[in-house]
């Protein structure tokens, strides 16, 4: 269904205020069809029976409507809902979790109204990148790769010719505690720090975590690192590589909790000892306790520098580290190393592929000879080409060949038909154009916007020039808000289109109980991340409009001048489905998010940006590294076995 057949199947927007909280939502954005989904009864717990009340209090023929609204009343007066008999601490925790849910709800949705003569279909008023892909797909292809098309393309004076010496790989590792405590699968070292660990309040969220009782077959450290060693060990019997090439890799090990850095660290050391033979890979180890030390050598007593320079956190702090990296390598390891590419570990180069379909291995592929330079956009504008960006192909899809689009252009009709927030949004659409049209390009001459956290690169003269960084707080689409950063008024740094450098995604193939552990803590994330960019961009020197316009179509999705009212349906939508820790967590993150874009956001991007502004100053020249910094990087050394 076109998002233009919507009118005729739900009619025309609410005429009318349903109660004080909530603008009208039948005939609008839910049906009669809903209702059977909506029951307060049908509910999976409390949590979701909370969101489903909320909601009624905008459908007024449904049979619940007054027990709705009578259950919101008594939330609002602080009146228990749970019956007496139950565990009194329990009914504490659960009474707090729907004040924290109650009080996210009012504050994002307050003021929010529909208009009536508002015939507009949802994606039309919250996505419109949605819903102009969906009604035509081609002429959105078509403008995207009239977009990135550069032109006036100058080669750098100096690219990238011998890998071994020059390039430094970087990836990052999430650690979390064990999924299940008394696991055997947990090395024995780090039983009790796991069991310590495993009962405490979680303070960071990623997509799919490495748990301490992680098999070795589910473990993506030893899968990536055993990859990408025996793709080097391909380029070395090409003569790509000399025969006994090891590449740097700076590794960053961050935690879910607090006070888990140690145990993060030697885990990741001991598993690798014990289980890779790594011959053409030096492998180095960064927590947040040697970040901070790095930190006091660059910036000794800065405090902004030391809150930004380091790995645990949202996924921009750490995604900012691992390029600054190159600069600390160049003063203190090696100072031919001019450039960083960094990889997940769910991400293989599958070289028997690469040279089948693009004639190139992968070295080749990153050694691209542009990579460094400069051109023109499509409106004139200088790009400085200092970032590097390939693409990747599902496992399940890489046997059809390597441009295969890992994002799929999704069904509308299916999509929302059910009862979630795909209704009001849906990014995928203009994801799965971007994602044929940007990321698959096969021919040279091109940029990317569209880019994805793995697969990227960076020149230290880049780095040098525009101190780029990805603020602290962003935790979805940390390469977007990198970029963003170096967003200039006569000019910009962005990313090489690397055609053909395709990494095979195996995330799928082994870290399913990883990712699934994970989703509730996904989901609040891309919730948080229409907050957080729409605030950045509002707050950006260029203004909200020209930043939009930049990451349209794709990221452009999750920039609304007021994000709020949309943030609260799709949190209220899909925690009338789903309940459980979605609610119950996803609500007390979502209001401190929330209040976090309305005081602190600004304060917080001046100090960050302050911070690094120190950390790029002491790294800047070709002096003596700063006292320390070396014996640092030494000590996080691991020695794979051999």
Known sequence: MKVTDYEGKHGRAAKKRASPGLARLDDWLLTRDDWTALKLDGAPDDHARLCRAWLLQGVVAHPDHAAARALMARVADGDSQYSKDVNPKDVDSKDAAARETLSFLMRSMA?????????????????????????DPDAMADTIRSRRHLHAIEAPTAPLRTPETELLFTTNALICPPFDPDSPDIPPDHRAAGRRFASSPQSFWYDHPIPLDARPEENEILYGLASLDRALAAECANGLLPADARIDLAMSISVTHPGMEETGFAYVRDIITRHLQLRHLRVFLFDEERCQAMARCLCPGDSAAADVFGVNGAYGRHYSFLKAILLVWQRAVNPQARFTFKIDLDQIFDQTALQAHTGRTALQAIANPLWGGAARDHEGRQVDLGMLAGGLVNEEDAAKGLFIPDVRRPDTSAITAPLTSRRLTCPQWPQAISTEAEILQRAPGYQRVHVTGGTTGITADALHRWRPFTPTFINRAEDQAYAISAFGADGYLGHLHAEGL??????????????????????????????????????????????QDHLWPFTACFLMPDPAPLAGLIFALDGA????SFVSDGATRLGRCLSFCEMDIGARLAHERAGWDAIYAALAGDGIAPHGLAGIISGAMVQSGM
């Open 111 to 135: 003021g929010f109204t529909t208009d009536p003569d508002d015939r507009r279909h949802p994606w039309e008023i919250f996505c419109p990148p949605a819903a102009a892909a969906s009604a």
């Open 577 to 580: 489905m789903k309940g459980g």
């Open 502 to 547: 395709i990494m095979r995604h195996d995330k799928q193939a082994f870290a399913g109980r990883a990712i699934a552990h994970a989703s509730a803590g996904k989901a609040i994330g891309d919730i948080e991340r229409l907050l957080l960019f729409s605030r950045y961009a509002g707050l950006h020197p260029r203004g909200f409009e020209r930043v």
